[in-house]
């Protein structure tokens, strides 16, 4: 038996903004005990034959890099598993994932998933060189540098698309419901992510902005809070559109600003045990009416907040199909600063539904004009719904 520090995240969405992976925390850094035996039936004679080989008569000794060779044996091996959300991070990327979560990177501003086994645009960031430059949620990023993307993982895609600011990179980008991809250069920039964001609207409705679940968004959600009540609003619109997730305690978090009581989320492991996370705070605005925009970027964390309050019958939900991502990894910190993602449970919602591969069906239907981004019909719309008295 040998002991390990491990750093308990639960990734309720395992992207990749474009500086690196993100790793998602829910709870504090706790040590194991991890039983060093093999696992039975492994068998790695051909391993060490193929490192014998390699090691023994490759021409050019100079390129055998026993840790990039490393490194590359354990990616595969965590890849063939089959799992996208379960990767293996070298040291570098891991750093990545770290400083992301700062909210402060160098890339393009982009957050990427996986679906249909194919490389995904989740959502652009607000204001990014990618959002500036036409990437949209949606977008299938066929080839980076003339590289095709078909057999990438997430941490290979952020590898070959982040960089140093001021640098460029080339991408081939297959827009939702367009025939043909599009090349599209971008150059890379400072990336400066705020979780949370508010104005005053009409009729006294507060419009707040979550864009993400990360280190810094606690404590500027209670800041924005505040602020909120102090205005004593008329109702409230939160808007979670193009938000990849983040924390799965943020979303309980927030989502007990809203409810009184009750589930949040249920996570189920792979012996079925379910462990459930309910409402863990007094909230203040536990009455006010409101509404929830989503959209096919709203993905994981921000999936379970919007899902949580529709299945209590809290808050509307208007916009479109949300992007349905339903399980948790777990990540740690290995040797060296290496880390590995493990998908460990998948999340349910209050109602035991599980919106993996589906996302949330909204209560009022309507898309935005792709060619008009001058127009927001759905923040229209939910505003819509207060004047006539549709939120109770």
């Known amino acids: 038996m040998r002991l390990r520090v491990i750093r308990s995240f639960f990734l309720v969405l395992a992207i990749a903004i474009l500086s690196g992976g993100i790793g998602y925390k829910l709870g504090s ?7 060093s035996t093999p696992v039975k039936n492994a068998d790695l004679t051909l391993f060490w034959t193929v490192w014998n080989e390699l090691s023994d008569k490759y021409v050019d000794k100079t390129k055998l890099d026993t840790s990039k060779m490393v490194y590359g044996a354990i990616s595969g091996m965590v890849s063939a598993v089959g ?4 990767v293996f991070l070298p040291p570098t990327q891991n750093q990545q994932a770290k400083e992301d979560l700062n909210g402060s990177f160098e890339g393009i501003g982009a957050e990427l998933g996986i679906k249909d086994n194919r490389i995904v645009v989740v959502a652009p960031i607000s204001d990014s060189p990618a959002q500036k430059a036409g990437i949209l949620a949606g977008d299938w990023i066929v080839k980076v540098d003339n590289q095709d ?4 993982t997430l941490p290979e895609t952020v590898a070959k698309i982040r960089g140093t600011a001021g640098t460029k990179v080339a991408l081939n980008i297959l827009h939702p419901k367009a025939d043909k991809p599009v090349d599209v250069t971008i150059t890379r920039g400072q990336i400066i992510l705020k979780s949370v964001e508010w104005k005053k609207l009409g009729n006294n409705i507060a419009y707040i902005k979550l864009n993400r679940f990360g280190d810094q968004t606690d404590p500027q959600w209670d800041q924005t809070i505040n602020e909120i009540v102090a205005s004593n609003p008329a109702g409230v619109i939160l808007d979670v559109r193009n938000n990849p997730g983040g924390y799965l305690s943020g979303a309980v978090y927030i989502a007990s600003e809203f409810l009184r009581s009750g589930v949040v989320v249920k996570q189920q492991d792979y ?20 509404v929830v925009l989503i959209n096919q970027g709203t993905a994981s964390a921000s999936e379970i907040l919007a899902g949580s309050l529709q299945v209590a019958g809290r808050a509307k939900i208007v916009g479109t199909q949300s992007f349905g991502k339903g399980s948790v990894q777990e990540a740690e910190d290995l040797p060296n600063g290496s880390g590995l993602h493990v998908t460990i449970a998948k999340w349910l919602l209050a109602n ?17 004009d792709a060619n008009d981004p001058t127009k927001d019909a759905q923040l229209d719309k939910a505003l819509s719904l207060f004047s ?4 109770q």
């Open 29 to 35: 850094a706790q040590t194991k005990l991890f039983n």
């Open 83 to 86: 799992d996208p959300y379960t």
């Open 149 to 152: 993307t078909a057999s990438w």
């Open 271 to 290: 012996n079925n045990q379910t462990q459930t996370y309910s409402v863990d705070r007094p909230g203040k605005l536990l009455s006010v009416p409101m």
């Open 352 to 368: 035991d539904h599980w919106i993996n591969g589906t996302g949330l069906t909204p209560d009022v239907k309507i898309e935005n």
């Open 388 to 391: 006539g008295n549709s939120i």
